[in-house]
T-cell receptor
Framework: DQQVKQNSPSLSVQEGRISILNCDYT??????FLWYKKYPAEGPTFLIS?????DKNEDGRFTVFLNKSAKHLSLHIVPSQPGDSAVYFC????????????FGPGTRLSVLP | DSGVTQTPKHLITATGQRVTLRCSPR?????VYWYQQSLDQGLQFLIQ???????AKGNILERFSAQQFPDLHSELNLSSLELGDSALYFC?????????????FGNGTRLTVT
C-alpha cells in the first residue's frame, strides 16, 4: 500500500518553462513534506520542505504547494534549467510516527535545451 | 557534499555471504536512517536509530540488522545474502529531536549479489 504516490514516472519540459511535479498521499497523519532531487550515482539531495500549517513555501526557483484537503502537493520549478534534470522524490513524515520518512517512487524530470 | 559518509561505495559478493555497510552521520546529527533502493524502485525505509537506540523499523528483513555506536556511526549488516538483495543502500541522518528536520543522505553503497 503506497502511502506516497507520484503518478508520473517521467516529465519532459523545455528549458525556461515551468516544471510541475505532483505528489499525492493517503495518510492524513502526515504533517511534514519534503522534495528531494537525485542525480545518478549520488544520494538524494534535500530541496525544499513544507509543514502542514502552511500551504506554500518558496526557495528561489522552487516552490512547494500543499493542498491538505486533497492530500496533494506539488513542486514548481521556474524557470527550468538543464541542470534540473534528475529524479525527484516526494517524501512525507508524521511527528506521531517518530518522523519516519515515507518516499514516493520518484519522477524523472528531463529539461530540454 | 551532504556530510554523510558511506563506505564502501561498491560491494560485490556471492549469495549466502554476509556484508557490513558503514555510515558516518553529519556532525551533530543524532539520528541515522537506512533505506534500500532496488532497481527502478523508490526508497524503502529499513530502520532508524537515535543516539544509539533503535527508534523505528520499516520493511527490514530478519536477515538484516543494524546498530548505532556511541560515536554515532552506524552499521547495517546483511547476512545470508540473496540475489534480490542487490540494491543501493542509503544512509541518512538528521538532527532529530528537532521537529521537522530534513534527512541528509550519503551517496549510498551499491551492493551486487552474484
Amino acid at each position: 500500500d503506497q502511502q506516497v504516490k507520484q503518478n508520473s514516472p517521467s516529465l519532459s519540459v523545455q528549458e525556461g518553462r515551468i516544471s510541475i511535479l505532483n505528489c499525492d498521499y493517503t495518510n492524513s497523519m502526515f504533517d511534514y513534506f519534503l522534495w528531494y532531487k537525485k542525480y545518478p550515482a549520488e544520494g538524494p539531495t534535500f530541496l525544499i520542505s513544507i509543514s502542514s500549517i502552511k500551504d506554500k513555501n518558496e526557495d528561489g526557483r522552487f516552490t512547494v504547494f500543499l493542498n491538505k484537503s486533497a492530500k496533494h502537493l506539488s513542486l514548481h520549478i521556474v524557470p527550468s534549467q538543464p541542470g534540473d534534470s534528475a529524479v525527484y522524490f516526494c517524501a512525507a513524515s508524521a511527528l506521531n510516527y517518530g518522523q519516519n520518512f515515507v518516499f514516493g517512487p520518484g519522477t524523472r524530470l528531463s529539461v530540454l535545451p | 557534499d551532504s556530510g554523510v559518509t558511506q563506505t564502501p561505495k561498491h560491494l560485490i559478493t556471492a549469495t549466502g555471504q554476509r556484508v557490513t555497510l558503514r555510515c558516518s552521520p553529519r556532525s551533530g546529527d543524532l539520528s541515522v536512517y537506512w533505506y534500500q533502493q532496488s532497481l527502478d524502485q523508490g526508497l524503502q525505509f529499513l530502520i532508524q536509530y537515535y543516539n544509539g537506540e533503535e527508534r523505528a523499523k520499516g520493511n527490514i528483513l530478519e536477515r538484516f540488522s543494524a546498530q548505532q555506536f556511541p560515536d554515532l556511526h552506524s552499521e547495517l549488516n546483511l547476512s545470508s545474502l540473496e540475489l534480490g538483495d542487490s540494491a543501493l543502500y542509503f544512509c541518512a541522518s538528521s538532527v532529530q529531536g528537532a521537529v521537522n528536520s530534513p534527512l541528509h543522505f550519503g551517496n549510498g553503497t551499491r551492493l551486487t549479489v552474484t
